[in-house]
């Protein structure tokens, strides 16, 4: 648990939180490794956890109904992916593959759920940290859905 506590301790987004607060969210996590090619989750899975990635790419796309899958994003080292564990109904919203070798540390999204209802500061803090990013990603995801649209 220590060393996955160094990694939440260098994310930028857990910089606004003290050490016992890191130490309390790093008991709800663990890292995981996907190799290249492997799906790390599929559109309408349960989102068990968010993945902060360590190492490696992870593709972020969505099937099209005759098409190939069309990717919306490319997330790396630094990035969160997996956000529909922040609303009900908690499902995922798309698929992402591993482009290369991934390395993540996944919060389990009931205990984070459950860690911030019981601390409420905590829980602020997280959303008021993550959620510009979610806001910046949702921009990203439009404009490549419109290019997309457009050279269709």
Do not use: K
């Not at 939180?17 to 790390?40: K, M, N, V, W, Y």
């Amino acid at each position: 648990m220590e060393r996955i506590e160094t990694l939440l301790a260098e994310h930028p987004d857990f910089f606004a939180f003290d050490d016992e607060e890191r130490r309390q969210l790093a008991r709800h996590a663990r890292e995981e490794s996907f190799p290249a090619g492997s799906t790390i989750f599929q559109e309408e899975d349960e989102a068990e956890s968010v993945l902060l990635l360590i190492e490696g790419e992870v593709a972020v796309q969505n099937a099209l109904p005759g098409r190939d899958p069309v990717r919306i994003e490319t997330l790396g080292p630094g990035d969160i992916l997996g956000w529909a564990w922040l609303m009900p109904p908690f499902r995922r919203m798309s698929d992402a593959v591993a482009i290369g070798d991934v390395r993540a540390v996944a919060l389990d999204a009931a205990g984070v759920r459950t860690l911030c209802n019981a601390h409420p500061e905590l829980g602020y803090r997280l959303y008021q940290n993550w959620l510009p990013h979610l806001a910046d990603r949702f921009r990203a995801q439009r404009l490549q859905l419109l290019s997309a649209l457009a050279n269709r």
